[in-house]
């Protein structure tokens, strides 16, 4: 089996990073972790404009897809450039909207960037105060949400749906949803993955001990060799996951993408010593995404239990 990107997927996903690069994506992330989502909002419209929702949404309602392998390549540069917001959600919504009576309205609106939905896993929904649109787990539309509640990084905001609302999908649409928000977070946590490696690789090429870089020690190439290798690793596993959707390869891709960012968040903390702790650092914003992407639609025990039972 080949996993290569054909040009056209390539292209597409040097596009969106060069259009993410060109648009001050921290100061998206910083601006919704404080709960201002208008940096945000337009940020969501030009990536909707690029096709990225598009994608996620079938051709009956103004869509392309599903094309998960062009997911693929859209998530993991949304996660390379920590783009803020529902998007794993809004994906895996499109999943659970389709068929039922609600899809007329809010599949077009997803497509065209129009509408931010979020779908809860377990009992907190992500960024629900900036939703148009919030499915519970059972596949409800909660009428409400409560108050913000704690999370690791300030600009995944959760919130607990309230009871009550409209049942929309049956189970296999809410277990079909939960497999593309599985998917979609492994390809994010590639991306985070990938964006940490990279910085770091940065800055030991610029930082200096003892008149040398710090980047020329062995001990310091061996920890970023590691990582790499565990980001490599997990790219083929979340493209042969796109070519089957099968929630054995997902969980396989999740569980590996999720442990390998989270490895290059560690290792992004200790080779840029205390500085990496700083809020003024963009690597901070990276940092705290690793985390709770690796425990988020499916923990890393989970994801290897689904797959040591297929």
Known sequence: MRFQLTDEQQDFGRSLD???????TPLAVRSWAAGDHAPGRALWMRLA???VFALAVPEAYEGVGPLPVELAVAYVALGRHGVP???VETAAAAVLLAGTPAAKEWLPRIAAGEALVTLAEGPYALDADAADLLLTREGRIAPGH???RPSADPARRLFAPTEGGELLGGTPALSAARDMAA????????????????RTVAYVKQRTQFGT??????AVKHRLADTLLALEFARPLLYGAAL???????????????EAAYRAARTALQLHGAVGYTEELDLSLWLRKARPLRDAWGTPS???ATVLTA
């Open 18 to 24: 060069a259009l993410l690069t060109a648009s001050d």
């Open 49 to 51: 404009e690029a096709g």
């Open 85 to 87: 917001g529902p998007l």
């Open 146 to 148: 409560g108050p913000l």
């Open 183 to 198: 998917f979609l977070t492994a390809a994010q946590s590639l991306g985070v993955g990938l964006a940490l490696l990279d």
């Open 213 to 218: 870089q710090i980047g020329a020690f062995q």
């Open 244 to 258: 089957t959707m099968a929630p054995a390869d997902i969980a396989a891709a999740k569980v590996t993408a999720g």
């Open 302 to 304: 989970a994801c290897r």
